[in-house]
């Protein structure tokens, strides 16, 4: 510096800048270091970042007045340095030597200013709209001036200003500098076309200016506009594009699929080439003869790699990341400056005479550090939460995709629960994951230098102490594995346990006919007591964990401090020595904490990581395994010699398949129940594993499956699935599928919203709406599963000759229909037999009678005379038209007469399913209102009356708002047990006192040194300090047992217990307006957080709430001036608490509330891919999923900045305290000893964290208690009437008659809807059969749940045997009664506990009813016999054969009332004989009620009752009704039979 600043210009002085009370700094200093060290600092950065600029163009910003004032000031800022510069040559040329650093300087500063102009254009160009880069320039320019402006002020108080020219333009540049200071706070306008102009709520985040992304002070809006009302998702911001799903998941699945193809590309080669050696037989010498060797050689190398979805995570989202480390990096290292500022205060207050202003800088650099490390630690943060969030989106679209490609092999091994897993608890541990992942080489970097710095303070005592931390890690290591363990084998329990829950909640209408729901509770009950015994294991360990790592600080202060003092006597322990060594153990303690938990987090995730790369590695569908290609040809499908299995590994399904289906025909596919007919059609669809042969398909499709696939949408989403909407085709459509009467009654006409899996429809409704898809979709080719089973017989008519037959909708399309009904089979051109997965024969329907084969023995033995009198029929109702306009059954048909009163009747009675009224305190009102539109509009024309607004069925989920209210913790703390909560607080009270207690002792120890009496006492100090340390210790370990062990777990059992206990009691109407997927959630998420969040949850708070007040008390007793400060920072903190916790527990209601409709949209998609894919519509349907995971990320976003902006003030907060307690340490000076200074500052120093941490983990605790509420909500479910009731229970062999009596009976669905049975009189002797026919909606399945009581009487009794079945209990009831229903219900499970979950009954007596209902032969070839295991729903049987089981479940039961449901609609002719000659004579002399569609099943039956609107219209013997010419015979005509 000497040649710069020439000799008479010191550089440093020590007696001028350090020894005296007025500190000023050289003048060579003040005119080459502070200058420079901005100008250093833009040079060094500015290639970086404008190459960054080059890379990312955000558009283009206008020029604006702001940008004009910056531009000017730095060109008026280089000129006053080049007057400076051409000042001194001046002097020089008169003469005046000047040394080199008045050349030197500004010229530097000039060029920096050059720079500075052009980067402010070209960020300009660039789109940045608030620069970080230039605004720390300023701020260090600013900084750095500051002290030459108080020095220059000084010189010139003393009068001595040599230098005018210089003096003048050092206030100019500092005047401009500071202007530009305070300009570069301010933001320029958006760039040109850029999202913000366009979105109307976009993120205030893209247009914030540097300061306010620092501080993430753009947040404070929304916190002002959460705390004065509960948010809504109208008020969220829309997503940053680079976060939204569209942008994310590409970026995903394309590393994915560069990560597959490598996998693939590598192994694939070289077996290529080994098989080729091994077959040609040339140049086999390298592998040796035989081909056995090669297939070993393979088998190795398939092993070898397989596609590593890490690597694909890495790819995608690594940089982004990375940045985020590099914050990390830095936070690292400003982190060891304060406990060097600490020593440095301490030994300021030793020393008597040393200037005051080197306390307070002291005082305000460790402020300064403590807030620089915030706001960097900060951004660390936000940088790995948003990548957390990317990664989840990424996950969730990847999985979403995938289920909607994967083979029927794939979806056996993972059901549908599993994969509902994967997407929400897996992809929310990679979540959880990326916000610690830093820490796995950033705490080792903190361990290695705090270690640095004890050696220095404490020599190689350190070593004794880092003993104890090594011991410790193996401990840990050990729990860990432990818990590791556990936890997969509670997710096993979890999976089983909603995954019986999800098939409860599917069957629930069925547990309720049969009375089983005690069974199927104790089900559940035994997996969750596995479940809870998992937990409490867990919870021991955690016990223990939290001790050693609660304690591991203690014990390593303790033993490094126990070892200094008795290694030499020479060694004493002073402040300096001890607290600086505790300040930077408390820096150790947080990696120490955090190692085991990162790795234990990536012990979870990387079983996460294999569970979701096990499902995207699954074997996809085949897209080529059908030829699509649309090439000439005059047959539309053709299948030559195709063989068929399910799994690759499966048996056979179909062999020898050779069928050609000319363009436009129509194929009957015909057989008994599990020959392959449906297997058919998936061939077809491509859904099964094709092992030769070769599929073609010409043209688009469509596909109607066998269970119709119903959307949670409006009905007219349903139909159009997605192409635009046509006013007249989609009538004619209506119009076919004879759905148009049914919109009369429907709430809402087509507007109305289904609810989930179509639960509002009838079955023949929802079959119809499934093929109304198909038709409006007008594709090449149909596919239609049995589409007429769920239908009436005179609707199946209509569909048949509207739609399907020679002269329907349909006609000149090639259709492939899969049928029962022998009614329709001379009609078709072409019939296909299946037996036994092969085809038997194939021909039109003539032929295949003259062939005399399989299936002309198939019609002899089904009525013959019954198709010839058809054709019959058919012929005479043409001919009847002209003069027969209004016949019975037009009549009954369409309903379009025009008297509202009756019309009205009509409409009014399907809102059964609509919830009314949103108006809970009078619902009459509502629906009067509502009654009145409905009237008027019947007089307006058709074309207005479409504009109907569907009414919501389904309920959207309820989010509470407001305050967690107080009740709810009580709810828990009650659970817990109200004395055993108050003795935890208590405990964790004792557990902070003794900490408080060791360091008070250990402050007073230090000051040992101060008088001289180190060595007498050393044992005692030592041994009272590892008594108070040891037993702090011995309250964690007994408090977590206590806590964790039992009381919460206790708590978490009878939550559990209670919401079971209350949903299974609910009735029906719950489970129609609740959807499943909402009730699995409060399965699933919520159990889950009572288990294991909340107890966690409790004891963090606990500990910091206590640390907290310890810090505040030991603050204020040593300097009472503390008490001044500590109100205001408290009220600082409530208020922001305030705002925090208000808004942020209204983000998390709203994100949890957005993410059921994921699941539920996946869950609904993976039972409907089929249909998805037949139709061609993944990209749609992926779409959908993109828009409600961006909609779930919208709320989560806000949440995650939430935490950000309230950690940056909260630990202003603390930042404060510190130095308010260096300050107060500096004044206090000559009262406090070092040792109390040391304990004061080094609690300050701590106290940032624990005040974070407490506001954190109240806001978690609210948010997860809300668990407790949402659990206790559904707990308290209205229930229905009790299952037994005691005093009325009936005689045990009640009903022993069988007489059924209605008195004028009426019921309706829920209240406030209208009736749906209305005044029903009728007597039924015991034995009789009687059949319930009429259209569907007549009431005629109402009818029948109102015998088992699953809709309650509005009026009137039902008399079984003189009981009044309204007096007794449920169970006793539906115990007594058999229903064969109408959809067939299975759970998983093996044959005989879906037969008999009760085991009442012998092997022998189940196998008996085995025989009667035919399945006897077919479980007798299973391996397992009556233990087949049942997959979920029964997907391995045939609807039939589960129909079936459903007969054998009646045959067991005998009782002697019987009500058979539509049962028969899924069976083939033949089984449907087999089914009613069983019920003739096994129910010989019991009371059958039939809902018949076939009504030749019912002609042999005592009566007939016939519904219409709820009311009985005729009820007779079928001979008689026949003679009356009224509905009934209208009927029959229909069917054929009259």
């Not at 270091?33 to 600029?53: D, M, N, T």
């Not at 406990?339 to 005082?363: C, D, E, H, S």
């Not at 596919?669 to 061939?683: D, E, I, M, Q, Y």
Request: hydrophobic share 45%.
């Amino acid at each position: 510096m000497e040649h710069l600043c020439g000799s008479e210009l010191p550089f440093w002085e020590p007696n001028l800048t350090l020894y005296t009370d007025l500190p000023d700094l050289p003048e060579c200093f003040q005119m080459s270091v502070l200058p420079w060290a901005p100008c250093i600092y833009l040079w060094a950065i500015s290639p970086v970042y404008i190459l960054y600029l080059k890379r990312n163009n955000r558009g283009y910003i206008m020029m604006s007045i702001l940008n004009r004032i910056k531009t000017v000031l730095s060109l008026i800022l280089w000129i006053v340095c080049w007057t400076d510069l051409f000042s001194a040559f001046h002097e020089m040329n008169e003469g005046q030597p000047k040394s080199p650093i008045y050349f030197v300087t500004p010229l530097i500063v000039g060029m920096t200013m050059l720079l500075v102009t052009f980067l402010i254009q070209f960020e300009r160009l660039r789109g940045v709209q608030s620069s970080g880069v230039l605004f720390i320039f300023w701020t260090i320019s600013v900084l750095c001036a500051i002290v030459p402006f108080r020095s220059k002020i000084m010189h010139a108080n003393q009068g001595e200003v040599k230098d005018k020219l210089r003096f003048t333009t050092f206030y100019i540049y500092f005047g401009l500098t500071l202007i530009e200071l305070i300009l570069a706070c301010f933001n320029e306008k958006p760039p040109l076309f850029s999202s913000m102009v366009t979105d109307p709520n976009a993120c205030p985040e893209t247009t914030a200016g540097f300061l306010s992304r620092m501080t993430f002070w753009w947040f404070t809006g929304l916190a002002i506009k959460g705390y004065k009302s509960p948010l809504e998702s109208k008020d969220l911001w829309s997503l940053n594009k680079q976060d939204s799903s569209e942008l994310v998941v590409p970026s995903l699945l394309n590393e994915w699929e560069m990560e597959k193809s490598k996998a693939h590309s590598d192994p694939n080669l070289k077996e290529q080439a080994t098989f080729i050696k091994a077959g040609t037989g040339a140049e086999t010498n390298n592998v040796g003869d035989n081909p056995e060797e090669a297939e070993v050689l393979l088998s190795k190398q398939k092993e070898s790699r397989k596609p590593s979805f890490l690597w694909a995570l890495l790819r995608a989202f690594g940089p982004y990341f990375l940045i985020g480390s590099a914050f990390k990096l830095l936070q690292d290292l400003v982190t060891f400056v304060n406990p060097q500022l600490l020593r440095m205060l301490i030994n300021f207050t030793k020393q008597p005479n040393v200037p005051v202003w080197w306390g307070y800088a002291l005082a305000f650099l460790m402020f300064g550090t403590s807030l620089l490390q915030t706001l960097i630690l900060h951004q660390h943060f936000q940088y790995c939460f948003v990548t957390g969030m990317r990664l989840r989106s990424g996950i969730i679209g990847a999985i979403y995709r995938k289920s909607l490609v994967i083979t029927n092999e794939a979806k056996r091994s993972s059901t549908v629960g599993e994969v509902v897993n994967l997407m929400s608890v897996d992809a929310q541990r990679f979540m959880d994951l990326t916000t610690f992942l830093n820490m796995l080489w950033s705490a080792p970097l903190q361990i290695v230098l705090a270690l640095f710095f004890l050696w220095q303070n404490l020599g190689p005592s350190v070593l004794a102490g880092v003993a104890v931390m090594v011991l410790l890690i193996p401990f840990n290591a050990f729990i860990a594995m432990k818990t590791r363990t556990y936890q997969v084998e509670q997710m096993k329990h979890k999976d089983d346990r909603i995954k019986l829950m999800n098939e409860i909640l599917n069957g629930i209408k069925v547990l309720k006919l049969y009375a089983w729901e005690i069974s199927f509770k104790d089900k559940i009950l035994q997996i969750r007591q596995k479940e809870l015994n998992v937990l409490r294991k867990t919870a021991y360990l955690s016990a223990l964990s939290t001790m050693a790592w609660t304690s591991a600080p203690f014990l390593v202060a303790m033993t490094t401090f126990a070892v200094y003092v008795t290694v030499d006597e020479n060694n004493v322990l002073d402040a300096e020595k001890a607290f600086v060594s505790l300040s930077l153990f408390n820096i150790l303690r947080f990696p120490l904490n955090m190692l085991p938990q990162v790795i234990s987090s990536i012990v979870q995730a990387s079983v996460s990581l294999k569970r979701i790369q096990d499902f995207l590695s699954h074997s996809e569908l085949d897209p080529e395994s059908v030829d699509r290609r649309n090439n000439p040809s005059e047959y539309a499908v053709t299948v030559i010699n195709g063989k068929f299995s399910w799994t690759k590994q499966d048996k056979v399904t179909l062999e020898n398949i050779n069928v050609m289906v000319p363009q436009g025909s129509l194929l009957a596919v015909v057989g008994h129940v599990g020959c392959g007919k449906t297997s058919l059609v998936s061939a077809l669809l491509g859904e099964m594993e094709k092992l030769e042969g070769e599929v073609s398909i010409r043209g688009s499709m469509a596909y109607v499956p066998q269970q119709a696939w119903i959307q949670n949408a409006s009905l007219r989403d349903n139909i159009l699935f997605g192409n635009p909407y046509v006013e007249q085709k989609y009538r004619c459509v209506l119009e076919a599928c004879s759905l148009t009467p049914d919109l009369e009654v429907l709430p809402g006409g087509d507007l109305t919203e289904i609810g989930e899996k179509g639960i509002n429809l009838s079955g023949g409704q929802r079959q119809r709406v499934s093929l109304a898809r198909a038709i409006y979709s007008e594709a090449d080719v149909y596919l239609m599963d049995d589409p007429l089973s769920a239908v009436d017989a005179h609707v199946a008519k209509h569909i048949f000759d509207h739609v399907i037959g020679p002269e329907g909708v349909l006609k000149g399309k090639t259709r492939i229909l899969v049928t029962h009904g022998i009614t329709f089979l001379p009609q078709v051109d072409n019939i296909l037999v299946m037996v036994d997965g092969r085809m038997s024969e194939m021909g039109s329907y003539q032929d295949l009678l003259k062939q005399n084969g399989a299936f002309a023995e198939f019609l002899r033995n089904y009525s013959l005379e019954d198709i010839i009198e058809d054709e019959e029929v058919t012929l005479s109702v043409v001919d009847e038209e002209e003069d027969f306009p209004e016949d019975a059954l037009s009549n009954h048909v369409d309903m379009v007469d025009n008297e509202p009163a009756v019309n009205e009747a009509r409409r009014q009675f399907m809102r059964q399913m609509s919830i009314m009224s949103n108006d809970p305190e009078n619902p009459k009102n509502k629906s009067i209102r509502l009654r009145r539109c409905s009237v008027k509009k019947l007089a307006e024309p058709q074309a207005e009356k479409k504009e109907k607004l569907g009414e919501k069925l389904t309920q959207a989920e309820t989010s509470e708002t407001g305050r967690v209210k107080f009740k709810v913790y009580w709810e828990y703390a009650k659970a817990v047990g109200p004395l055993l909560s108050l003795f935890i607080c208590f405990l964790y009270g004792c557990q902070s006192a003794a900490a408080i207690g060791a360091n008070f002792w250990l402050s007073d120890w230090t000051n040992d040194v101060l008088h001289n009496r180190t060595h007498e006492i050393v044992q005692m100090r030592v041994g009272v300090y590892a008594a108070l340390g040891i037993s702090q210790g011995a309250l964690i370990l007994g408090n977590c047992l206590l806590c964790r062990a039992y009381s919460m777990l206790k708590a978490a059992h009878t939550t559990h217990l209670n919401m079971l206990h209350a949903i299974l009691r609910a009735p029906q109407a719950f489970f129609e307006a609740t959807p499943s997927g909402r009730l699995l959630n409060r399965f699933s998420k919520d159990v889950d957080t009572i288990d294991s969040l909340l107890p966690e949850n409790i004891d963090i708070w606990m500990r910091t709430f206590w640390y907290t007040v310890n810090v505040l008390i030991v603050c204020s007793a040593l300097t009472p001036m503390f008490l001044i400060v500590i109100v205001p920072l408290m009220l600082f903190y409530w208020w922001v608490q305030r705002f925090y916790v208000a808004t942020s527990r209204q983000l998390k209601r709203l994100e949890s509330v957005s993410r059921s409709p994921i699941y539920s949209h996946f869950s609904e998609t993976i039972t409907g891919t089929s249909v998805i894919r037949a139709y061609g519509r993944n990209s749609a349907f992926v779409l959908m999923s993109n828009m409600k995971v961006d909609e779930n990320q919208k709320s989560y976003y806000p949440g995650i900045v939430s935490n950000r902006w309230l950690g940056v003030r909260i630990e202003f907060i603390g930042n404060c305290i510190v130095l308010f307690a260096a300050v107060f340490a500096v004044i206090g000076k000559d009262k406090l000893n070092p040792g109390l200074v040391g304990l004061s500052v080094s609690y300050a120093l701590q106290v940032t964290m624990s005040l974070n941490w407490m506001v954190r983990m109240t806001s978690d605790l609210e948010s997860n208690i809300v668990a407790v509420e949402r659990v206790k909500e559904y707990s308290e479910t209205p229930t229905e009437a009790p299952w037994v009731v005691e005093d009325k229970r009936p005689p045990p062999d009640w009903p022993s008659k069988g007489n059924v009596e209605l008195m004028d009976y009426s019921v309706r669905y829920r209240e406030g809807l209208d009736l749906v049975l209305r005044n029903l009189s009728l007597k039924v002797k015991g034995g009789e059969k009687i059949g319930i026919v009429g259209r569907t909606g007549a009431g005629k399945s109402s009818m029948t749940l109102c015998l088992f009581r699953l809709l309650e009487a509005a009026e009137g009794e039902i008399v079984i045997d003189e009981v009044k079945i309204s007096e007794i209990g449920l169970h006793d009831l539906r115990s007594k009664l058999t229903i064969i229903p109408q959809e067939p219900v299975l759970f998983s499970g093996t044959l005989r506990m879906n037969l008999d979950p009760f085991e009442k009954y012998s092997d022998d007596e189940v196998w008996r009813a085995l025989e009667l209902s035919h399945l006897k032969k077919f479980v007798s070839n299973q391996a397992a016999k009556l233990n087949l295991e049942c997959a979920e729903g029964g997907e391995n049987l045939s609807v039939g054969q589960r129909q079936l089981v459903c007969l054998a479940r009646a045959l067991l039961r005998k009782t002697r009332i019987l009500i058979l449901d539509e049962a028969t609609a899924a069976v083939d002719l033949e089984t449907d004989d087999l089914i009613q000659s069983t019920i003739r004579t096994q129910f010989e002399d019991c009371t059958v009620f039939t809902i018949a569609h076939r009504l030749n099943t019912i002609m042999d039956y005592t009566r007939v009752l016939v519904l219409d609107k709820g009311q009985i219209a005729e009820f007779d013997t079928p001979t008689k009704l026949i003679g009356q010419k009224g509905i009934f015979f209208g009927m029959a005509k229909d069917a054929g039979l009259a």
